[in-house]
């Protein structure tokens, strides 16, 4: 089977690679690999703390994707060489004032729904598990569960694997899904989902700024083009547009629509299957995202946890690394796509609720401030499952994309395997169509198993048994 994938942020690249590993010919299409939310990301896998109210179709896949990460993460080592700094640290949530405390109170009955464990601390026990705490912390609760990664190197690690499974990868910007070589397309192009949303004729969404280098500096890999393997013995691969010479360089077409402010394919064309009716809406906004990255120099004390807390009401966490690098975030607005305003507000309240929580924050390095963009959707779960017979989505992933990365992979290789049942129907990306249409698409049903791999605890989750859980969302939509 051939499969063009839009998209080489770290979703696409986990389905490249899981499907090139099952024997398919992919490549995958990104005028820009790396430039989306991927590595911006703070990388928390979070099934417990990131558990909101309204949300709650998502609790068993986020638990599915959270325990399929350790062996996730081995193999991903194994395959590319690199680290990719899976800590298994516990999580911590903690409050300054009254109103923050009870705030996580409240969210602490929501944690405790996800079955998994959650245990109370008094501001004495806390400072027992994170010593840098602040003696203005009143105490929280514990998730010992929840974990993280590095997304730099995850992305990194994907796009070796990847290569090296014989996924093919051109840096070109997709405009035509209807003019790509091959018999599965996968639609993991972020906010540029959206583009391919409309009825066959050009469809164009906001725009975005040329600069698409945020949060590149890392462990990057350099001049990654790559043919795919069964593609170069075959030759059966062509040049898309014949604008790519597998230099690494960026497309005319690509260039001069990010000269012009617009985001990667925004010229892009539906019809994935070639129909003229075909039609389908992917509505995938931006949510804009600022985080820092700082470091402790010299023998300057680390947090030893993930710190996750509300001052006077705000959200805000703090994630280790190993290497002495230490991620604060994350802001949330709507502004569309742009990079550069705003941050000099977002930097002084991100460093101030920080600092408040742990101050030993205030003597580290600033490294970098870098902003990405979340892929939301109007129900904040992701859209996953099948436009049509030749068209797959895998996106909108909001604040868990990296969380989700297993799960994903395993949910869209189900797909390819022709089983359409793999996915949630609450993920049908065909959900928003016109009234009259039945939720859960023509391709999907009630799912039978949501991922394949090391799923074994979500069955317990008294979310996955359907208890109903609503209430506003606002109040937790700015904390990752
Ligand atoms: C500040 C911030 C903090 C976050 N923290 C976390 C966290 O702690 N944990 C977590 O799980 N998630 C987190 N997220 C969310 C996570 O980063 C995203 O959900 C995830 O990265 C989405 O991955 P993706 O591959 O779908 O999209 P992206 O990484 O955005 O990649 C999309 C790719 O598609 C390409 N593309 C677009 N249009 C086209 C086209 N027409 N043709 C070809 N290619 C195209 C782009 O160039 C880009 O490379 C955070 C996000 C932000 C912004």
């Not at 690199?82 to 949530?93: E, G, Q, Y």
């Not at 009955?109 to 601390?121: D, G």
């Not at 409309?198 to 350099?222: F, I, L, Q, W, Y």
């Not at 049908?428 to 016109?434: I, K, L, T, Y």
Request: a negative charge; one cysteine or more.
């Amino acid at each position: 089977m051939r499969i063009a994938i839009v998209g080489a942020g770290s979703i696409g690249l986990a389905v490249a690679w899981r499907a090139a590993q099952s024997g398919a010919e992919v490549v995958v299409h990104d005028p820009d690999p790396g430039s989306g939310a991927s590595r911006v990301a703070a990388g928390m896998i979070a099934p417990v703390t990131e558990s909101h109210y309204g949300e709650e179709a998502l609790g068993p896949f986020m638990a599915a994707s959270a325990d399929a990460w350790p062996g996730f993460a081995r193999a991903l080592e194994a395959a590319s060489g690199l680290d990719v700094d899976f800590r298994d640290v516990p999580t911590l949530v903690v409050g300054v004032e009254d109103g923050d405390r009870a705030e996580i109170d409240r969210q602490a009955e929501l944690y405790r729904l996800t079955a998994r464990n959650v245990e109370p601390l008094t501001a004495r026990a806390a400072r027992k598990v994170e010593p840098l705490l602040s003696h203005k912390v009143r105490g929280g609760v514990l998730a010992p569960e929840d974990r993280a990664v590095d997304p730099r190197v995850v992305h990194d690690a994907l796009l070796i694997a990847a290569e090296r499974a014989g996924v093919g990868l051109r840096t070109e910007s997709v405009e035509d899904l209807a003019a790509l070589d091959a018999d599965q397309v996968v639609i993991a192009a972020g906010c540029g989902s959206a583009n391919f949303s409309g009825t066959g004729a050009s469809a164009s969404m906001g725009s975005e700024p040329g600069d698409a280098g945020a949060g590149k500096r890392g462990t990057r890999v350099s001049g990654a083009e790559f043919e795919p393997r069964a593609a170069l013995a075959s030759g059966a691969v062509s040049e898309a547009g014949g604008e790519h010479s597998g230099t690494g360089e960026r497309s005319e077409r690509g260039t001069d629509a990010e000269a012009r402010g617009e985001s990667p394919g925004a010229a892009a064309r539906v019809g994935g299957s070639g129909d003229p009716d075909a039609r389908w809406s992917l509505p995938v906004r931006a949510v804009r995202g600022a985080v820092l990255r700082l470091r402790a120099v010299g023998d300057q004390p680390l947090p030893r946890t993930t710190v996750r807390g509300f001052v006077k009401g705000h959200p805000i966490y703090i994630v280790t690394r190993e290497s002495g690098e230490v991620v604060v975030g994350a802001s949330s607005d709507e502004r569309g796509f742009d990079r550069r305003t705003g941050t000099a507000g977002a930097v002084h309240d991100l460093l101030r609720r920080a600092i408040e929580l742990v101050p030993e924050i205030a003597e580290y390095h600033l490294d970098e401030v870098s902003v990405g963009f979340r892929p939301g959707t109007p129900d904040n779960l992701p859209l996953i499952g099948r436009l049509d017979p030749r068209t797959i989505a895998a996106t909108g992933h909001y604040r868990n994309g990296i969380a989700l990365i297993p799960a994903t992979a395993s949910a869209v290789a189900a797909l390819l395997a022709g089983n359409e049942r793999a996915v949630p129907a609450a993920f049908d990306p065909r959900r928003f169509e016109g009234a009259g249409r039945p939720s859960g698409s023509r391709f999907a049903s009630a799912p039978e198993s949501m991922v394949t791999a090391g799923s074994d605890t979500a069955g317990g989750s008294r979310l996955d048994r359907g208890l109903s859980v609503t209430d506003d969302i606002s109040t937790q939509e700015a904390d990752s």
